[in-house]
């Protein structure tokens, strides 16, 4: 997948701070729109992928691939969006391989609202974003149609998952994926709570303290 940083939408996430320090935490934001490659490294990781969910399906002595939050992997398009998934995430995550991540670090999250109300939530420790906040879930809605998008949110394995290490300093973490297969485009919502002393950064200069009103309203992703 390919990062796209000339969109509105990416303006106005740029006006949101990466991070905000909070005294002994920081919290951490990223919102990015990936879109499919035609990269030789990309095209073979997704064949890599696609022969090896297959062999597994295959092979598999239990229903558990079968009753993947992407539904059956079986069929070609839910191991597709599988492997949109990790494909955004190593594009996201360079340092990092998730090709070893199994379905069921992943979760469908059939009620979009709650989705949307949670991140809302969760934004409102940012600076800017209150000023921001309409014309940001607009653009959001232009770039992944959240009518028609799927909602997935990957949650690491503690064991296994490259991103144990992160894991382990982190208060809470969110992970949310919104996968349009028909515009061939991932939108990659990351925020974080971690103890500052595992945040590593030289800025250490937003201080927040504002109380934001949660007045604002989703109705209209929904109307036809």
Not at 37 to 56: F, G, I, T, V
Not at 85 to 110: C, K, R
Not at 130 to 146: C, G, T, Y
Request: glycine share 2%.
């Amino acid at each position: 997948m390919k990062f796209v940083d000339t969109t509105p939408l990416a303006y106005l996430s740029s006006e949101i701070p990466s991070y905000v320090d909070q005294g002994e935490t920081v919290i951490s934001f990223r919102c990015e729109l990936y879109t499919h490659s035609r990269a030789k490294s990309a095209r073979k990781m997704h064949s890599d992928l696609e022969n090896r969910y297959k062999e597994e399906v295959a092979n598999s002595p239990d229903e558990t691939l079968s009753t993947s939050p992407f539904g059956n992997m079986a069929v070609k398009r839910n191991r597709l969006a599988m492997i949109d998934m990790i494909a955004t995430l190593n594009s996201a995550y360079p340092d990092y391989d998730f090709q070893g991540v199994h379905p069921t670090e992943f979760q469908h999250h059939s009620n979009k609202q709650d989705v949307f109300l949670k991140l809302d939530s969760l934004m409102q420790n940012m600076p800017a974003y209150s000023s921001v906040r309409s014309n940001f879930w607009k653009a959001v809605d232009e770039e992944v149609h959240l009518k028609s998008c799927s909602i997935y949110s990957y949650i690491p394995d503690p064991d296994s998952s490259p991103f144990n290490w992160s894991m382990e300093n982190s208060l809470w973490c969110y992970n949310f994926l919104f996968y349009s297969p028909h515009l061939k485009r991932v939108l990659l919502f990351t925020i974080s709570s971690r103890w500052k002393r595992h945040f590593s950064s030289e800025e250490d200069e937003y201080y927040y303290d504002m109380d934001i009103e949660n007045d604002f309203e989703f109705d209209y992703m929904f109307e036809y």
